[in-house]
């Protein structure tokens, strides 16, 4: 097997048919250039669907993986972990932040950003306050609770049934959202600028009537910056430009640079409703 041609066809024949990938088979790169076996070079302008924020192979990056795989490649929960810990100090210095929850990528980010404010709104005002509001045309990942709360039906279909508690109104429509917030509404999530509903910005008034909501109805405001954070709206994360700041906040894609990291950001507020084995993950 390990002289088997590698091509198109090989993928037909030993992958699980849920993508389609092209015809061409990238060897190495760098910056934003890739080229293939037959030494082809193209511009990458996909960028790993918004995760390449630094290139291929990019010097810095390569050594601190390199530097890091050397002393130390797993830890998981169980112990304390220096690198992660720097990290979070990172985030919290230059962020809303005041506790942070690491994962593997941006759906786990939002799913522990949709748990924490179930749960938040559940140890504080009880088990019916737990309606989430998100937008039509969202998407915030491929897991159950991710897909439900993305607007995208040709998601869900033929997962049903999704968890429930979770309704969609048109993106930047205030007079929508006002009509569907209520008591019993513990989150409202959006993403700044909505990427695959069409690279739709929110607008600034928008965002701060949400925001304004929010706050009348004791709901969480989440924000989903897996796509628009780490710089790529000119500012750290899209929210800093908006002049709101939410709750919770999902961030990954560009934070690894192309290692599969993701991150939950959240306030001395909230953080305590995930109190010691609510949540988890095995590389966390």
Same mark, same amino acid.
């Given at each position: 097997m390990s002289h088997t041609l590698v091509n198109r066809a090989l993928f037909d024949e030993v992958m699980v048919p849920n993508y389609n990938p092209a015809n061409i088979i990238p060897v190495r790169g760098e910056g934003a250039r890739m080229w293939d076996r037959e030494g082809k070079e193209y511009v990458d302008f996909a960028g790993g669907i918004a995760v390449s924020a630094l290139g291929h192979c990019h010097p810095a990056l390569v050594k601190a993986l390199t530097d890091q795989a050397s002393k130390l490649w797993h830890l998981s929960n169980t112990m304390t972990n220096e690198p992660a810990l720097r990290l979070a100090q990172k985030f919290i210095e230059h962020t809303f932040a005041d506790k942070v929850f690491f994962c593997n990528s941006g759906a786990e980010a939002n799913e522990a950003a949709f748990k924490l404010a179930r749960k938040y709104a559940y140890d504080h005002f009880g088990p019916e306050k737990n309606e989430i509001i998100a937008f039509h045309q969202a998407f915030h990942g491929r897991t159950l609770f991710t897909v439900a709360v993305g607007g995208q039906a040709k998601y869900r279909e033929g997962f049903e049934p999704v968890p429930g508690g979770i309704s969609h109104v048109p993106y930047n429509d205030i007079d929508a959202l006002r009509a %569907?917030?209520?008591?019993?509404?513990?989150?409202?999530?959006?993403?700044?600028?909505?990427?695959?509903?069409?690279?739709?910005? %929110?607008?600034p008034a928008f965002v701060k009537a949400v925001r304004e909501l929010c706050d009348e109805h004791n709901a969480l405001l989440v924000f989903d910056e897996v796509q628009t954070g780490m710089g790529r709206t000119g500012e750290l994360y899209a929210y800093m430009g908006l002049g709101v700041t939410p709750d919770i906040l999902s961030t990954a894609k560009a934070m690894g640079g192309g290692f599969p990291i993701g991150a939950m950001l959240t306030t001395d507020k909230v953080a305590p409703s995930f109190c010691f084995g609510t949540h988890g993950s095995t590389y966390g």
């Open positions: %569907a917030i209520s008591e019993k509404t513990c989150a409202v999530v959006m993403e700044p600028i909505q990427g695959e509903g069409g690279v739709i910005p %929110a607008d």
